[in-house]
T-cell receptor, first 111, second 114 residues
């Protein structure tokens, strides 16, 4: 398996634009997580899904953020409208049991 | 409010010496503690973990110590190697949560010099 695949690797956009981040989890994994990494706070959980159903979105910072998982092999995290403070690295991760497998992340820069 | 704290943003150590990374936490409900390692442009990867019912777990060059009374854990790397240069994240889990729902610290950048 190729591991968790995220796209794009880098995204530069202007304030107010819509941003969509994509994730393909490892086949067979039933949990999917979206994390955000910042220098000050490290990794923060935004939302996670179990069997494509959102279980906990308490980490989603604002209504500008939304996430979907239409099927077991695809998830999106959308920010609309984006703001400069959203600049961070966004990681998707999946798991089947105890170990969490991360993708390589999307470096988002909002100008 | 951050419940897991890594107060040292960086650590420099000579090759062959011991690296000690520290982590403090505030939530006594945490039942598992994990360390993740991250190289640039890659996602974090699992390194080692410890249950709250233990005070030490060892895996090769890596040992994690847990002091529950002090709400403190540490990761020891002996001996340190150049390939250990990475960012290390401390993480913790609450029992009722999924294994992937973790509270992470801000990370410690380790640089191993020749």
């Amino acid at each position: 398996d190729a591991g968790v695949i995220q796209s794009p690797r880098h995204e530069v956009t202007e304030m107010g634009q819509e941003v969509t981040l994509r994730c393909k989890p490892i086949s067979g994994h039933d949990y999917l997580f979206w994390y955000r990494q910042t220098m000050m706070r490290g990794l923060e959980l935004l939302i996670y899904f179990n069997n494509n159903v959102p279980i906990d979105d308490s980490g989603m910072p604002e209504d500008r953020f939304s996430a979907k998982m239409p099927n077991a092999s695809f998830s999106t995290l959308k920010i609309q409208p984006s703001e400069p403070r959203d600049s961070a690295v966004y990681f998707c991760a999946s798991s089947f049991s105890q170990e969490l497998f991360f993708g390589s992340g999307t470096q988002l820069s909002v100008l | 409010d951050q419940q897991v704290k890594q107060n040292s943003p960086s650590l420099s150590v000579q090759e062959g010496r011991i690296s000690i990374l520290n982590c403090d936490y505030t939530n006594s409900m945490f039942d598992y503690f994990l360390w993740y390692k991250k190289y640039p442009a890659e996602g974090p990867t699992f390194l080692i973990s410890i249950s709250s019912i233990k005070d030490k777990n060892e895996d090769g060059r890596f040992t994690v110590f847990l002091n529950k009374s002090a709400k403190h854990l540490s990761l020891h790397i002996v001996p340190s190697q150049p390939g250990d240069s990475a960012v290390y994240f401390c993480a913790a889990r609450i029992p009722s949560d999924s294994w992937g729902k973790l509270q992470f610290g801000a990370g410690t950048q380790v640089v191993v010099t020749p």
